[in-house]
């Protein structure tokens, strides 16, 4: 069974812009959770999706933003780009969204904003 | 609140035994998971702990203790390619998301 996917694998963009990056979960898994990775924070938490709604929140801006289709597969989107929007962006699915279930990830699209 | 606390770094020689150790404190308790994660590449399911004890998985064992709200990773024959990031995450109360700790940067020198 193929894992997560994201695409693309790497961004280079400037102050200002938008971006949106795409994630396909394993086939059959329903939830998809986006995560921000920097040097400074560690892995932190931006949204969770799971049937096409927005289960759980983290603490950014409303600049960060996302959905989900019906075939699960997600984007996330940020608007008005930062220099510390650079950052590596893990999509990671869970099979039944279950709060106990393993979530796999992907291997990330890393951002760079100049 | 939620916090979880590794150290930052450890240092093994190859062959050897490593516990990498884990403090949390979250709002509701749904386990623990273990992931590994290589430089430049994606975390790596390692382990999920619900209960306490130690389980076993190869080289890799993971043990919980939820009354002292702390869990270790323990890593045997260490090798090489176990040089890596250690992340201990855990899902706060009723929701589907995971906290995650700094991660323990593991190096393993021959």
């Given at each position: ?57 983290g ?23 930062e ?32 | ?14 062959g ?5 150790n ?31 004890g ?35 995450a ?21």
């Amino acid at each position: 069974k193929a894992g997560v996917t994201q695409t693309p694998r790497y961004l280079i963009k400037t102050r200002g812009q938008q971006v949106t990056l795409s994630c396909s979960p394993i086939s059959g898994h329903r939830s998809v959770s986006w995560y921000q990775q920097t040097p400074g924070q560690g892995l932190q938490f931006l949204f969770e999706y799971f049937s096409e709604t927005q289960r759980n929140k983290g603490n950014f801006p409303g600049r960060f933003s996302g959905r989900q289709f019906s075939n699960s597969r997600s984007e996330m989107n940020v608007s008005t780009l930062e220099l510390g929007d650079s950052a590596l962006y893990l999509c990671a699915s869970s099979l039944t969204g279950e709060v106990t279930d393993t979530q796999y990830f992907g291997p990330g699209t890393r951002l760079t904003v100049l | 609140g939620q916090n979880i606390d590794q150290p930052t770094e450890m240092t093994a020689t190859e062959g050897a035994i490593v516990q990498i150790n884990c403090t949390y404190q979250t709002s509701g308790f749904n386990g623990l998971f273990w992931y590994q994660q290589h430089a430049g590449e994606a975390p790596t399911f390692l382990s999920y702990n619900v209960l306490d004890g130690l389980e076993e998985k190869g080289r890799f064992s993971s043990f919980l203790s939820r009354s002292k709200g702390y869990s270790y990773l323990l890593l045997k024959e260490l090798q090489m390619k176990d040089s890596a990031s250690y992340l201990c995450a855990a899902p706060p109360g009723g929701y589907n998301k995971l906290i995650f700790g700094a991660g323990t940067r593991l190096a393993v020198h021959p």
